[in-house]
């Protein structure tokens, strides 16, 4: 049998006049800030040709592809920071910029005409890169955890 305690608790609940815990809204509202309005999401793919090319304590390389284009990560580690050095194909044309996103730093990077790009000196853990290009929806990568 229920007691009538225990009911009204379950019915609160239920209802969502319980508080949402502080933290947890703001771990929310943290997450949405994250977000690319209408970005393309690019998804990881195998990167066959560079498996094996480099040893167990080289770069890390990643791929990711979507709405035409390819993302290449190549990602080192120094000093308990990361450089990621990537390139974007084929190159998304004049104009075109990178953000390598974490959850607390956004570096935005110029492509050169090869539709190479740098960033030096991030924090190890999730990231994210977001190509955009004029006249066309921004792409970005899913998020990643990277640790050495």
């Not at 990881?44 to 080289?58: L, M, N, Q, S, Y």
């Not at 390139?87 to 953000?99: I, K, N, S, W």
Request: aromatic share 6%; charged share 20%; net charge positive.
């Amino acid at each position: 049998m229920i007691n009538d305690e225990y009911f009204l608790a379950a019915l609160r609940l239920a209802a969502g006049s319980d508080p949402i815990p502080g933290h947890v809204s703001a771990a929310a509202r943290d997450v949405f800030r994250l977000r690319v309005p209408s970005a393309i999401t690019a998804v990881p793919a195998e990167c066959t040709a560079t498996r094996g090319v480099r040893g167990p304590e080289g770069p890390h390389m990643v791929r990711f592809v979507a709405a035409g284009l390819t993302f290449d990560l190549e990602v080192t580690f120094g000093d308990g920071l990361i450089d990621v050095a990537g390139q974007v194909c084929p190159t998304p044309g004049d104009g075109a910029l990178v953000d390598v996103r974490t959850p607390h730093l956004t570096l935005s990077r110029r492509l050169a005409p090869t539709g190479h790009f740098a960033v030096t000196g991030l924090p190890p853990g999730w990231l994210s890169v977001v190509c955009h290009r004029p006249g066309n929806a921004p792409v970005q990568t899913r998020w990643v955890r990277i640790r050495p």
